[in-house]
C-alpha cells in the first residue's frame, strides 16, 4: 500500500512537466486535471492508510468541486482564434 | 482476500504508469495525448477503487469510496471532453504544430 | 517517515510552482498553474491535519480559478486602444539590489530557526479547552465548537466582511438593466453530453452540501464548505440553461435577512445566556443552536457568492468606450 501511495506520488512529477512544457494550453489543462485525479487517489489512500475515514468527505468535495475551474478555463479558449491573439473571437 | 486486492489495486497502477508513456510518446499531437491519457487514467481510478474495496470489505470506507469512483467515472471523461472540444473548435489539429496561444498582446 | 517525505515532495513542488508563477511573463499560464498550486496546497493542509482548511481551500480555488479568468477576459476584450495602454514595460529591479535584502531575510530567517523556543510555556489554557468544550458549546468537532461558541464574534465580522463584498460589487460593478435579458451565453448550451452529466452531478452536489451543513458539528466541513457547494449548483446550472431567469433581487434580500439572524440567534442563545437561565445546559438545546448557525452561515454564503458570480461573471457588461474614458479621467 505504501508503494502505491509512493508511485502517486512520483506520478505528479511527469504531469505538472506536462504542465510546465506543454506546447499548447490544452495540454497544460490536460495536465491539471491528470493532476486532481491523481490528488484524489492520494486522498483515499492516505485516509486508507491512516484509518481515517472521515477525510473522504475531502475527496468527495474535491471530485465535485475540482473540475469547474479547469471547464472555465477551457471555455475561455474555446472558439479563438489562436493566431490571431486572444482578442480576436472567430 | 488481500492478495487478490494487491494483484488488482497493482494493474490499476500499471495502466496509470502506462498512460505516463501515452503523454510523452515523442512525434503524436494534442489529441492522441489527451485519448490515450484520460482514458487510461479513469480505467486506472475504477481499478484502484475496487481493489481498495476489495481490501477493506463491507464497511463505511467501502460505501463511500465507491461513492467518489461513480463521481469520477462521469466528471473526469467530461472534463476531458470539454478540453477537446476546446481545442478543436479552435482550429487546433495539425501535428507538431508547436502554436501556443500568441500572447504578444499579452506581454505586460 | 513516510508521511514525512510525502510531505517535504509536496512542498518542493509548492516552491517550484510559486517560482513559476512569480516569474513566468504570461497570465493564463499563471492562472494554470495557480489552480495546480491550491490543489497542492490543499492537500499539504491535510497531511498537516487541518481538513476543514483543506476544504476550504479546494473550495475557494474553484472560485478564485474563475475570478481570475474572467477578469482576463473582460480585460482582453476592451479592444486595441485598451489593450496598448496597458503595456507598460514593467521596470526590472536588478539583482545586486535585491541581493542584500534576500541575504537579510534569509539570516533573520535563519537566526530564528536557529534560537526558536523548544516548547510552549504550559498555561493550561490548551487542557481547559480540550476539556471543556464538549459541556460549553456542544458538539464533536473542536473547530466548529471555536468559531461558533468562544469565537462568535470573529463569525459575525467575517459574515459582514461578506456582505459588505457582495454590496461593494453591487454598486461597483458596469451593469445596465438594458443589457441584461440574455446576458452572457456559455458556450456548453447545445451539448447533450454536459446536459447529462449536470443532471447526475448536480443533485449529488446538493446532497453532499446538506450533507455537510447539517454534520458540521461533529465532522469536518460547516456551514461555509455547505454553502459553497450550494453555490456550485448554480454555476453548473449557468453551463447549460443560464440563471438569468432567477430572481436575483430576492436573494441580495435573502442574504441580509439571513445575517440579521445570524447576528440574533448568538444574542439569544449565547450573549445574554436567557435561554441558558431557562432550560439549562442541555445537549439537545446546544446540538439545535450548532446546526442552526451552520444552516444560517451555509445560506448567507450561498446567496452571497451566487450574488457574486451572477454580477461579476453573468451580466456584467463592459462600457462603451465613451465611458471607458470618462471613468478613467475621473479616477
Known amino acids: 500500500m505504501y508503494v502505491i501511495f509512493a508511485i502517486m506520488l512520483g506520478l505528479l512529477v511527469p504531469y505538472c512537466i506536462r504542465v510546465a512544457v506543454g506546447p499548447s494550453v490544452w495540454d497544460r489543462l490536460l495536465g491539471v486535471n491528470l493532476i486532481s485525479s491523481k490528488i484524489i487517489i492520494i486522498i483515499i489512500l492516505y485516509s486508507s492508510l491512516n484509518d481515517l475515514p472521515f477525510l473522504l468527505d475531502f475527496a468527495i468535495f474535491y471530485a465535485l468541486s475540482g473540475f469547474i475551474g479547469t471547464i472555465f478555463i477551457a471555455l475561455f479558449f474555446s472558439d479563438r482564434d489562436t493566431k490571431k491573439g486572444l482578442g480576436d473571437r472567430k | 482476500m488481500s492478495i487478490l486486492a494487491y494483484i488488482v489495486m497493482g494493474i490499476g497502477v500499471a495502466f496509470m504508469l502506462l498512460g505516463v508513456i501515452g503523454i510523452f510518446k515523442p512525434g503524436k499531437d494534442f489529441y492522441y495525448r489527451i485519448l490515450v491519457a484520460c482514458k487510461i487514467d479513469t480505467v486506472g ?31 473526469n471523461p467530461f472534463v476531458a471532453h470539454i478540453v477537446a472540444r476546446s481545442a478543436s473548435r479552435s482550429g487546433y489539429d495539425s501535428i507538431g504544430d508547436s502554436t501556443d496561444v500568441d500572447e504578444s498582446a499579452g506581454e505586460k | 517517515m513516510g508521511g514525512f ?4 515532495l509536496l512542498l518542493v513542488f509548492l516552491v517550484l510552482c510559486a517560482l513559476y508563477i512569480v516569474f513566468s511573463r504570461k497570465i493564463y499560464r499563471v492562472i494554470i498553474f495557480f489552480a495546480v498550486f491550491s490543489l497542492i496546497t490543499s492537500v499539504i493542509y491535510l497531511f498537516l491535519g487541518a481538513p476543514d482548511v483543506a476544504m476550504a481551500e479546494a473550495g475557494i480555488s474553484a472560485f ?13 476584450s ?6 496598448n495602454e496597458a503595456t507598460a514595460p514593467v521596470p526590472k529591479v536588478p539583482l545586486r539590489v535585491l541581493l542584500p535584502a534576500i ?7 535563519a537566526l530564528f530557526i536557529l534560537y526558536a523556543p523548544t516548547g510552549y510555556p504550559y498555561t493550561g489554557l490548551r487542557d481547559q479547552y480540550l476539556r471543556m468544550f464538549m459541556r460549553d458549546v456542544g458538539g464533536e468537532n ?3 465548537a471555536i468559531y461558533l461558541g468562544y469565537r462568535v464574534y470573529d463569525t459575525l465580522f467575517e459574515a459582514l466582511l461578506l456582505v459588505t463584498a457582495v454590496v461593494a460589487v453591487l454598486h461597483l460593478s458596469w451593469y445596465s438593466e438594458a443589457a441584461v435579458p440574455d446576458g452572457r451565453h456559455s458556450e ?27 454534520n458540521g458539528h461533529i465532522s469536518a466541513g460547516g456551514g461555509f464548505l455547505g454553502g459553497l457547494a450550494f453555490a456550485l449548483i448554480l454555476i453548473c446550472r449557468f453551463f447549460v440553461v443560464g440563471i ?31 435561554v441558558y437561565h431557562f432550560w439549562g445546559n442541555s445537549v439537545l438545546f446546544q446540538t439545535i443552536y450548532l446546526i442552526a448557525m451552520n444552516a444560517l452561515v451555509g445560506l448567507k454564503v450561498a446567496f452571497g457568492f451566487f450574488v457574486l458570480f451572477y454580477r461579476y461573471v453573468a451580466v456584467e457588461r463592459l462600457p462603451e468606450e465613451d465611458d471607458t474614458e470618462d471613468v478613467k479621467e475621473a479616477g
Open chain 2, 45 to 75: 481510478l475504477l481499478t484502484l477503487g475496487i481493489g481498495l474495496a476489495i481490501y477493506h470489505g463491507i464497511s463505511f470506507f467501502t460505501g463511500k469510496m465507491f461513492l467518489i469512483v461513480i463521481m469520477i467515472l462521469v466528471l
Open chain 3, 5 to 8: 517525505l510525502a510531505e517535504l
Open chain 3, 64 to 76: 478564485t480559478t474563475i475570478f481570475f479568468i474572467v477578469c482576463l477576459e473582460k480585460y482582453y
Open chain 3, 78 to 83: 476592451r479592444g486595441k486602444d485598451g489593450r
Open chain 3, 103 to 109: 541575504l537579510f531575510v534569509s539570516g533573520l530567517f
Open chain 3, 142 to 144: 473542536a473547530v466548529t
Open chain 3, 188 to 214: 456548453l448550451e447545445d451539448s447533450r453530453m454536459a446536459k447529462f452529466t449536470m443532471r447526475i452531478v448536480c443533485p449529488m452536489i446538493l446532497l453532499f452540501g446538506m450533507y455537510l451543513v447539517l
Open chain 3, 244 to 274: 438569468f431567469d432567477l430572481p436575483i433581487k430576492k436573494a441580495l434580500k435573502l442574504e441580509e435577512i439571513v445575517f440579521v439572524f445570524i447576528v440574533i440567534l448568538p444574542i439569544f442563545a449565547i450573549f445574554t445566556g436567557v
